[in-house]
C-alpha cells in the first residue's frame, strides 16, 4: 500500500473513530452531547453480565484471505478512551492550586470561557506477523488510570481555577488466528474484548460504565503475500466460505484504491467495500446522519454566545468554527449539488 493509500485509509478510520464524538449544535450543554458514543462501544464484561448481554463486551470480526503459506497480516485495533474533564473554581486568585476545589459546570475568567465536558485519548493496539495455522493468539492490553491537574490563571498570571483530567483503567484482550483450508480461503478470526474489573456494575449507569469502556472500537486488517475476499461481493465460487463468516458489532469492507485487496476496516459503521471521504468535504464535522452543507449553513447562523461555548467545548470544536467562519464563496458551493455513486447503488438494490 502507497502512502497515498495509507493516509486515505486512515482518514476514514478517523471518520469512523469520531463519529458522533461531537454533535451539532456544538455545545456541552445540549442534549446530544450528554448521550453520545452509540458506535463500537465495549463495555466491561461484568456489566455486560449485569444487562444481560444489551452492552456488548465483545466484539467479532471474520474474513476470508487468499494467500499461500508465506501470508503474514498486521492488524491494529483502535478506539476512543474516555476522559472526564472537570472544571474548578477557587475563592480567590492563587499562587497555588488548592485542594477544595469546587467543581462547577462552567468558568468565565477574563471573557474566556472554560466548561466541563468529556474528551477522549485514542488508543492503539498493533498485532504484527500474524499467519495461518489452527494456533489462537491472545493478546492482552491495559491502558492506565490518570489523573492530570491544569492551572487557569488570570490575565495578571494568578491563579482562578483549574482543569481536572480524569480516567479510569481499561483492561482487555485480542484474539487472533487464521484457519486455512486448501479447498478453500483462508479465515481470518479477530475477537475483541473488554475485560476491565468493574466492582459496581450490578449498580452502575450507562454512562459510569462508559468511562471504562473501549468506544467507537474499530480495526484496520493488512495483509502481504495475500488478498482478502470482499464479503459484500465475493466471487461465486468463495459465496458458501463468506456467507460462513461470523461478524458480530462490526462488518469488514476492503479499503484503498478500488480493486486492490491488501487492506480491510472493520467498522461499527455499515460502509460500502472502497468507501471515500468526499473531495467537497472542508474537515470533520463528526455528525455524520446529516450533510456538510446543512451543518455548515446551521454554524454560520449561529448567535455570537453560542459560537463562545462551541469554541470552549473542544479544540476540534474550535477547528471546525473557525474553518466555517473562514470559507471562501467556492469552497462553499463545491458542497452544494454533488452526484456520485448510481452504479454502487444500482448494485446495492437502491436505485
Request: proline share 5%; glycine share 6%; net charge negative.
Amino acid at each position: 500500500m502507497s502512502g497515498t493509500e495509507r493516509t486515505m485509509v486512515e482518514k476514514i478510520a478517523d471518520a469512523v473513530l469520531y463519529e458522533g464524538y461531537m454533535l451539532y449544535p456544538y455545545r456541552a450543554s445540549s442534549v446530544k452531547n450528554k448521550q453520545r458514543f452509540n458506535w463500537g462501544a465495549l463495555a466491561p464484561k461484568a456489566y455486560s453480565d449485569a444487562q444481560n448481554g444489551t452492552e456488548a463486551f465483545e466484539m467479532r470480526t471474520q474474513c476470508l484471505i487468499q494467500g499461500d503459506t508465506e501470508m503474514e497480516v498486521s492488524v491494529k485495533v483502535r478506539f476512543l478512551h474516555l476522559m472526564n474533564r472537570e472544571i474548578g473554581r477557587i475563592a480567590g486568585p492563587s499562587n497555588e492550586i488548592p485542594d477544595d476545589l469546587e467543581f462547577v459546570s462552567s468558568l468565565d475568567i477574563d471573557g474566556e470561557l472554560y466548561q466541563a465536558w468529556q474528551e477522549v485519548v485514542e488508543q492503539n493496539i498493533e498485532i504484527t506477523a500474524i499467519r495461518p495455522g489452527d494456533t489462537t493468539l491472545i493478546t492482552p492490553f491495559s491502558f492506565a488510570a490518570g489523573r492530570d491537574v491544569e492551572p487557569i490563571k488570570n490575565k495578571d498570571g494568578k491563579i482562578a481555577g483549574a482543569i481536572v483530567r480524569t480516567r479510569r483503567e481499561i483492561m482487555g484482550e485480542i484474539e487472533t488466528r487464521i484457519e486455512s483450508d486448501a479447498s478453500a480461503p483462508a479465515k481470518l478470526t479477530l475477537i475483541v474484548r473488554n475485560t476491565t474489573p468493574l466492582g459496581t456494575a450490578a449498580d452502575a449507569t450507562r454512562d459510569e460504565a462508559l468511562l471504562s469502556s473501549c468506544v467507537s472500537t474499530h480495526s484496520i486488517f493488512n495483509v502481504s503475500n495475500g488478498a482478502f475476499v470482499s464479503l459484500l461481493e465475493p466471487p461465486d465460487e468463495f459465496a458458501a466460505a463468506a456467507a460462513s463468516c461470523e461478524n458480530k458489532g462490526a462488518f469488514p469492507i476492503l479499503v484503498g484504491t478500488a480493486g486492490e485487496r491488501d487492506c480491510m476496516l472493520s467498522s461499527p459503521i455499515i460502509l460500502y467495500d472502497y468507501p471515500e471521504i468526499a473531495p467537497e468535504s472542508p474537515g470533520d464535522l463528526f455528525d455524520s446522519t446529516e450533510i456538510d452543507e446543512i451543518l455548515t449553513l446551521r454554524i454560520m447562523t449561529m448567535t455570537d454566545q453560542e459560537k463562545r461555548e462551541m469554541r470552549a467545548i473542544d479544540e476540534r470544536a474550535r477547528k471546525i468554527l473557525e474553518r466555517t467562519e473562514f470559507m471562501t464563496d467556492d469552497q462553499f458551493l463545491n458542497m452544494h449539488g454533488t452526484l456520485r455513486g448510481m452504479e454502487r447503488s444500482k448494485r446495492a438494490g437502491n436505485g
